[in-house]
């Protein structure tokens, strides 16, 4: 693990990380997020803009899981039907 240093609405945090850039990514985009919603919530302090950007990315959390679900659903059909066309080797 190596410790790397990231600024989120202008606050310093010093994080441990297996892939520094990765964090340093993902810090980033929850900066650019939290400045996004303080612009429509100009009243909301730190810790409440960082909940609201739980929500939102919980949210699509379950979002991408009802679609990765789907997909999977799909492709155990589409497995089933090409093993109905090809027998197995």
């Known amino acids: 693990m190596q410790s790397v240093e990231v600024e989120i ?3 310093r945090f010093r994080l441990r990380s297996d892939d520094p850039q990765r964090t340093r990514t993902i810090a980033e985009e929850i ?3 939290i400045i996004e919603i303080s ?3 100009e009243g909301l302090d730190f ?3 960082l909940l609201l950007i ?3 990315q919980q949210e699509q959390v379950l979002i991408l899981n009802e679609k ?3 997909l999977s659903s799909d492709l155990e059909r589409l497995n089933q039907m090409i093993s109905m066309i090809i027998p197995e080797v």
């Open 68 to 70: 990765n679900t789907g």
């Open 9 to 11: 609405f202008g606050r």
């Open 47 to 49: 810790t409440k803009l």
């Open 54 to 56: 739980c929500l939102q």
């Open 39 to 41: 612009q429509n919530y």
């Open 31 to 33: 900066n650019r997020q």
